[in-house]
């Protein structure tokens, strides 16, 4: 069997051109998730605290609805802004 050029082994293998507008998205989405997770284990951490050491279920409840409220509330925004 005949052994292909190594020029020519190469240029099949190549890897297709890179989409840097889809690895930008894929960057951001990645950003705002973690940020959005850092805010969110932080109202739970101040939730708890007001339950367990405070001895203050209201407020603790309050922390605790805060965060589906704030992320419907960017989930609005981020879509009015497109």
Request: no cysteine.
């Given at each position: 069997?005949?052994?292909?050029p190594?020029?020519?082994a190469h240029a099949d293998e190549?890897?297709?051109?890179?989409d840097y507008a889809m690895h930008e998205g894929t960057y951001r989405?990645?950003?705002t998730f973690v940020k959005w997770g850092i805010v969110s284990s932080v109202l739970i951490v101040l939730s708890l605290y007001a339950f367990i050491e405070a001895h203050n279920a209201i407020i603790g409840t309050l922390?605790?609805?805060?965060?589906?409220v704030l992320i419907f509330g960017v989930m609005v925004l981020g879509s009015?802004?497109?």
């Open positions: 069997m005949a052994k292909k190594a020029a020519a190549l890897p297709p051109a890179m989405g990645f950003i922390l605790l609805l805060a965060i589906p009015r802004r497109t």
